[in-house]
């Protein structure tokens, strides 16, 4: 007998406390006992507000305006107590640190157990079982503090299985980590997904690595299921219309795509998942040379705009994070700081801006010394749009954000009706002129994201530093801020973009810098970075996908150029074949 609850919503609605647009409207989707669901769509379309029905936290704990009904097996979420949910429905956020409650890693996981009353043995055989999926093991009793942020998921994951949930909702577990963290959870995932019965539900902006052990796709819009079937027979059948959306696809689906719509070579009723299934023979021909890497021809260097020169920098008594930093950011130049969690790099942007002050070495920026420039007057030509966007909000509309920034940093010239016209613009460029009127804490986490980087960038500083700029974004946002970021630098705006997102910075960037050990272990074109990852494990990255697509692809089609857009990788090997 199955231990998996199924799961119903029929006609649910849902609207947020003090909104007037539901968050859910009429969901109708049947879950078998022991489904795996990946939930997908664009920023603001329901997804996380789908898992928190789950248990009751919507609409009971939250409040606001219900309809329809929503069932886990023979509970009523709405109708239990949160306790009762509890002990069926388990739930990973995308934060960890918002979730766990212990200083100790054997505590955390037998917290949830415990308040269950689960007898000692058994929640002793639990935590010893779950720690060895989640990999954790060997940390049993050491601080969570001490953890990286991949570890912290690792054990938010084992925490909710301690509970043996018959229902396990996963939010975009890996959205706050770096690649290898992330890597290390999709690792976790995949076997729990794979080798458990439990009914599972996970949302994910980043799906490739979890589809082969998917049974559906549920794909949302504006609070609405508006595709749900197998992955492969899902993204042959509508996988431009899910491009359209803003769904992120993974890369040999987009590639397919990219030959599909050129007319090369036309999708059939499934399509392959991962760069492996694709048969390059059958699709291009047999390989006719081995590919080298791409050499990016070398461009003059820009005027410098931001100088880090010898730059050390500890918090108090620890050991220092940075240990002579050396770096420099030229006028029109887009440079991507990369490197592990911790590796300093959030701690470099807060120097840049005077929020702390360099041990040793010198910070310039346009010439002027930061350390002498007070920081409301450093703050006129650094822009910085904080890793969590809701530090930075000061008001209480939408719109008024993005005014107060030109109000206070030198463009509220011409009086309130100018400086009104030109927020709303901002707001119109960034797909947020729906939300003027709205709480800047009461929007999605992709919404706030675009609103942070709306608010600093409308300015036109000098130098314009975006900390995690795609983090909760979908892949038509991204693509949408690529092209901001872009027409920022043809205006001579000096870009310095902290990022995890290997893609992004091999379409976007000029340049490449690691970071490693508080220091710059690589500065170079992002394309010379991608084909060197391999042999720098300890950089916390990841080699890309669509990388590792194009070295394939390029062995048959010599011609076709590296890009990290899959989508746009088949358009160009189907031009080049039309060319021959």
Known sequence: MSHALPVSWSGFTYTYPGEDTPALDGITLEVAAGEKILVMGSSGCGKSTLGLTLNGIVPESIGGASAGSVTVGPYEPAAEPLATMAASVGLVFQDPDSQLCTINVRDEITFGPQNLLVPAEEIRARTERV??????????????????GGQKQRLAIASALALEPRVLALDEPTANLDPSGRQEVLNVLREIVAGRDATTLIVEHHPAELLTVTDRVVVMEDGRVVHVGPPRELFATAGHDLRRRGVRLPAAVG?????????????????????????????????????PPPTPKPAPAPRPVLEVEDVTFGYGDIAPVLRGLNLTVGEGEIVALLGANGSGKSTTGSLLVGLHKPDAGAIRVTGRDTVKVPVAELAKHVGYVFQYPEHQFVTDQVLEEVAFSLRRL????????AVRRLAEEQLERFDLAHLAGKHPFKLSLGQKRRLSIAAMSVYRPDVLVLDEPTFGQDQLHTDQLAGIVRELRDDGVAVLMITHDLRLAAELADRAVVLAGGTVAFDDAPATLLENLHAEPRWGLWPLEEYALWREVARRQPAVGFTADSYE????VAAARKAV
Do not use: C, M
Request: net charge negative.
């Open 131 to 148: 720690a060895r999926l989640a990999g954790i093991a060997g940390r049993l009793d050491d601080n969570v503090f001490d953890l990286s």
């Open 255 to 291: 590639y397919r795509l990219g030959l599909d719509a050129a007319g090369t070579v036309p999708l059939r009723d499934t399509v392959e998942l991962t760069p492996a299934e694709l048969d390059h023979d059958a699709l291009l021909g047999p390989a006719v040379q081995e590919t």
């Open 410 to 417: 030198g463009r509220g010239k011409g009086g309130a009706a």
């Open 569 to 572: 990788l088949g358009r160009r």
